[in-house]
């Protein structure tokens, strides 16, 4: 089934995402606003790895403020031919143990499934933000690839828990996550709207994993949850909003890119950002400002809040008949090089299979190219489903 | 025809805290550099997040018990957007939809009796960093962003700019005694709205905002110039009175237009999704309120009581440190009317010398405490308690142990001193013959001299009492 060798070697090099700080390391999330920014500190994930002895083996390129596919658009390197994610493949030919990553709008997601590894979004909260560069605060948190789920638990284990320096870190001092729970018995859904938005082969996929989970002794249902389209809408609207904020510190006055033709303080942020930015960038920030503008705040941003505290009420209640749900991560299983004026609509439709855990903040496994999700603090138990097919696989 | 003038007030307040609101840099009262006090963080890096000083929650609900508020129980920021290169991460947080300090009330006096202002809202916010422009390039000082700010704003309640004053008045004497904010020059800002209708309507006149005013006197001749502005306008039709932002030129005393409702920019708030909602139970809450400071009244009823004079209850009541400093000592078994003199007079005394304000003394009660009492028991004399005094202000050193290692301690035996008087008198053989002679100074000489020979150590009233005797016995 996986369409690479796995040299599961006892080094401890981490690649990290360049959306994540590490310490005198340029980091520029893509994109040329930020080119030369080299951080005063290290992201938490980054020291805490650090601190139990790996090593941050190099930064791996990411799409400008990981707003793309899997990385196609990044101002040091467009990608021709069949798209591939970077750190998902530095993983996935075993260069590293495992990579750091910014789960914002599923490219980290889609870049595992193409390249065949596993990524984790973890619940909202459980791993410090401190050192990612931030866009969608609300959404985003930082997660891994590895290889298989060991990889994933291994380097979970060391990065998750409080941080004081992030308000938005949840309480519990750290986390236990196994990969081992008896999964027979437990039940998982397979939401039909997402199989209506994926290709044949990915539809297959989806069924033959479902098929090796009814090997393990595992229910697996198909519904309905008429939720998908809505929930990502939303996400789109915050996320989008979110983005254009928080990048508008991003001006050409304290460090990074500074056009060199300005003659007043105006010029000066409208030359470097509009040589700074990519075109994907302009069109969420774009799209974010109009969304937070006086006219159409209560239409959009804040019915999105409404619609996130619905889905989520929604998910639950789906949550207490099953244990996680099955879904596509792509529909489909590659993706060509193709132009940045299409990005932002050719993006929003694919994230309509990655949209809900960043809108909720529920746990995403990413493993085998297909996606497990589960209710808030569920990590084990998508690990100990998508860990019984693994080791079966071997 | 009669008009009313009609004025609310937005107050911006320079909280006095150690840290600024979302940082652990000192404020910029700590700086004496441009970009001194200036982290990742209040620079607008990427990677950095906000983190909550409940300092800053504390003192603002406390301002807000002392406006008599509602305080909220649950409370949120939001994000404000806009572009200024002194702002680093382009957008201010600040608090919209849920501010912490609701409904409130202030009693003012003024020379036509006694009116009543509403306080709509007070929010928490942060202050902006600093502009300083040299020859053609501007430069950015930083010291500023992020210091935290309580925003007050007031229904249009204000009638008169001697009201307005008297209420500014009040919020300074208020926040400085109760230690909320030094309320120093420019840490205090205003927006002023102000409109003006015809006496008895109910409707409001056209507003305009004057815009960051940081000065009083600049204050009350901006309203007394913008409400004749508003008067001609509806009374002679001198020009069209539009709802706009205005600017008040100290140089010339008149407003300028800086920008009108049209084009007036969208903010664009949201929630700030990096700060979780803050949740103030009863618990905190009654913390907060006991820690509260007694009302400006009743502090100096109290004062008063305890022999205090005016003059020094008029230094305590503005002054945050001195008052604290002297209740804790009180409350350590000082009297408090001594304990007044060795702040007021002695401390003061010692950090003027320094250059200093008694405002930056920062001594521990326990220290002065331990003064006094060596001074109250006759251990130490008056004259060494103020060398001791001196040297744990400019030194740092601990009270007791200076006194022992420099021999201060006044329990000279009384036939040393009997001894040392007898060398002296055999000494100064003028001054006994002056005394004789009915010389009263002379007395002064002869104590001024038994002193210098014992250092200044000996108790005072026992050096007289014994000088008294001998001068009796020639």
Known sequence: MNNYVVKLSDNGNIAVDDTILVKDAQSAAGSRILEGFKPLFSAEAVTRLEKAGYIMAGKTQVGEFGLDLVGEFSYYGTQEGTLTCAAANVVACGEVKAALGVDMNGATRRGAALAGVDFLKPTYGTVSRYGIISCAASGEQLGVYAPNVEGVKEVMSVIAGHDEKDGTSLKDASYTYVTDEAVSGKKVCIIKELLAKADEEVVAKVNAYADKLRASGVTVEEISWDMVDVANTAWQMLMTAETCNNVSRYDGVKYGHRAEQYKNIDELYVNSRTEGFNFLTKATILYGSDVLSKNRYDDCFGKSLKVRRVVAESFAKLMESYDAVLTPVCSKSAYEAYEIEDAFKTVFEESAFTAVANLIGVPALVSGGVQLMGKAFAESTLLSLAGSIERAGE | ?474
């Open chain 2, 1 to 474: 025809m009669k008009y009313e003038l009609v004025i609310g007030l937005e107050t911006h307040v320079e909280l006095n805290t150690k840290s600024k609101i979302f940082c652990s840099c000192g404020g910029h009262s700590a700086a004496n550099e441009p970009n001194d006090c200036v982290c990742p963080a209040c620079s607008g890096m990427p990677g950095m997040l906000p983190v909550m000083n409940k300092r800053v929650v504390e003192l603002a609900v406390t301002a807000g018990l002392m406006l008599n508020c509602e305080i909220s129980r649950y409370t949120t920021f939001d994000k404000k957007n806009y572009y200024y290169p002194d702002l680093p991460c382009a957008y201010q947080i600040t608090q919209l939809n849920h501010p912490i300090c609701t409904n409130g009330l202030v009693t003012l006096k003024t020379s036509e009796g006694t009116s009543e202002v509403r306080i709509k809202q007070i929010h928490m916010e942060e202050d902006a960093g600093k502009l300083v422009h040299v020859g053609k390039a501007s430069l950015v000082d930083f010291n500023r962003t992020s210091v935290p700010l309580i925003e007050i704003v007031t229904q249009p309640d204000f009638h008169s700019a001697e009201e307005v004053l008297v209420y500014l008045n009040k919020l300074k004497t208020m926040f400085r005694s109760g230690g909320i904010s030094e309320c120093e020059e420019g840490a205090m800002r205003c927006d002023v709205n102000i409109s003006v209708r015809p006496e008895g309507s109910e409707e409001f006149g056209v507003r305009s905002e004057i815009k960051n005013m940081a000065s009083f006197e600049a204050i009350e001749r901006a309203i007394r110039y913008e409400y004749q502005r508003h008067v001609d306008a509806l009374e002679f039709e001198t020009e069209e009175l539009v709802q706009e932002t205005r600017r008040f030129d100290d140089a010339t005393g008149k407003t300028f237009a800086m920008r009108n409702k049209e084009t007036e920019a969208d903010y664009r708030y949201f929630p700030d999704a990096n700060l979780m909602p803050i949740i103030i139970d009863d618990e905190w809450l009654e913390q907060i309120k006991a820690a509260k400071p007694v009302e400006i009244d009743e502090k100096a009823d109290n004062y008063r009581a305890a022999g205090i004079s005016e003059k020094e209850i008029g230094v305590l009541i503005q002054n945050h440190n001195a008052s604290k400093l002297l209740d804790d000592v009180v409350a350590k078994g000082c009297d408090a009317k001594n304990a007044a003199g060795w702040i007021l007079t002695d401390c003061a005394g010692i950090m003027r010398k320094n250059g200093k304000l008694i405002g930056d003394l920062e001594m521990s009660s326990d220290d002065l405490a331990a003064i006094i009492k060596m001074v109250e028991s006759g251990d130490v004399n008056r004259m060494s308690g103020r060398k001791i005094l001196t040297a744990v202000i400019e030194e740092g050193v601990d009270p007791v142990v200076y006194c022992k290692e420099n021999g201060l301690d006044s329990k000279v035996d009384a036939s040393v001193i009997e001894s040392v008087m007898d060398r002296v008198f055999s000494e100064n053989a003028q001054a006994i013959a002056d005394y004789k002679s009915g010389k009263v100074k002379a007395k002064q000489a002869l104590f001024g001299a038994c002193m210098r020979e014992l250092k200044n150590t000996a108790d005072t009233a026992v050096i007289k009492e014994i000088l008294e005797k001998k001068l009796e016995e020639i």
